[in-house]
C-alpha cells in the first residue's frame, strides 16, 4: 500500500532520543518530549502498536484530531474510505476520543 502523504504533515516529527523499561514496565517520556506535546500527570494515553515492532503514544484527547489532520493530507484521495473503515475496526470510531467528550 503505497499512501502519500503532503510534506508540510512531517515537517515537525521529531526524536526525543531513548528510553528503557523499568522491572514494573514503566517507561520514562524524556522532559523535553513532555514540554513539546504539553504532557502532565494524569494525562491518559493510548499505547499504539505497528506491525508489532513500533510503539507509539498519543493524548487520548488529541486522536481524533490528528486521525482527521492525516485524512485531510492524504494526497491520493482513494484510499480515504479503506483508511477510514480500517480506524473504525481498531478504535471503534475517532469521536469517543475528541477533547472535552
Do not use: C
Not at 55 to 62: E, Q, R, S, W
Not at 77 to 93: A, N
Amino acid at each position: 500500500m503505497h499512501i502519500k502523504f503532503n510534506p508540510k504533515l512531517i515537517y515537525k516529527d521529531k526524536l526525543y532520543g531513548t528510553t528503557k523499561v523499568g522491572a514494573r514496565g514503566q517507561v520514562v517520556i524524556p522532559a523535553e518530549a513532555r514540554r513539546d506535546l504539553n504532557l502532565k500527570a494524569g494525562d491518559q494515553l493510548l499505547v499504539l502498536s505497528k506491525h508489532s515492532k513500533a510503539l507509539g503514544l498519543i493524548k487520548a484527547g488529541d486522536l481524533a484530531e490528528m486521525v482527521e489532520m492525516l485524512m485531510e493530507n492524504i494526497v491520493d484521495k482513494k484510499w480515504k474510505d479503506k483508511i477510514k473503515t480500517h480506524i473504525d475496526k481498531v478504535f471503534g470510531g475517532i469521536t469517543k476520543f475528541k477533547k472535552g467528550q
